[in-house]
């Protein structure tokens, strides 16, 4: 209750006049959608991606806010230099800067911020009840070495099947999406078993023998 989603008109940032656009319709949008729900109180803007960096203070909040959660510059395709440049921005302009981890705390002290750390959590009671193996899991031959996540390219396909060549049995579950080319991670004892529904996350958790964080 009170959360509301807004889904701006999607413009690719293809040079300066696309940032622009897109810029102005992420404004437009947010406006509109105070206007619509009659969200007249007192405003505060959080801001999780850089790129947004040029709307702090313009809209018409009375403080800010950034959410630090990845090095979203070390990602590939991307204009390292111009957010870096928009993180700089948010870093010493935002009233309260968060980051997730310690090294990301340390980034934006570098950049003159005063960082609180709230490293991410995990929903306890819902990783704790025993459920039920996945289907899915029932062919596959154990032991199973496990990731559930998406599949970037902050993900090391090379230890993924370095883990693989080194088994005698098993077999390496993948679970989440691919934004990515997986065709390196075709190999005799890897399963990809795509994206899976939030609720059945933590029964392949539990399925597996091993769990990894192939980053």
Not at 197 to 204: D, R
Request: charged share 20%.
């Amino acid at each position: 209750p009170g959360l509301h989603v807004c889904k701006p008109l999607p413009i690719p940032p293809a040079g300066p006049l696309g940032r622009a656009a897109q810029l102005a319709e992420l404004r437009r949008s947010v406006e509109g959608a105070c206007r619509r729900l009659g969200l007249d109180g007192t405003r505060v803007s959080w801001f999780s991606l850089p790129n947004a960096a040029p709307l702090r203070g313009k809209l018409g909040e009375r403080g800010s806010i950034l959410y630090y959660q990845d090095r979203y510059d070390a990602f590939s395709h991307v204009d390292a230099g111009r957010l870096r440049a928009h993180l700089a921005d948010l870093a010493r302009g935002c009233d309260v800067s968060v980051a997730t981890a310690q090294h990301l705390a340390d980034d934006l002290a570098e950049l003159g911020a005063e960082p609180v750390l709230l490293p991410h959590g995990v929903d306890v009671e819902r990783f704790a009840q025993p459920a039920p193996p996945p289907q899915d899991l029932a062919e596959l031959e154990r032991p199973l070495v496990g990731c559930v996540g998406l599949i970037d390219d902050y993900v090391s396909m090379r230890a993924l099947r370095a883990v693989a060549d080194s088994l005698e049995h098993g077999t390496v579950v993948l679970v989440g999406a691919a934004n990515v080319d997986t065709s390196p991670l075709q190999h005799p004892r890897i399963a990809l078993l795509g994206r899976r529904p939030y609720e059945e996350i933590p029964a392949y958790v539990q399925a597996f023998d091993v769990c990894l964080v192939p980053f």
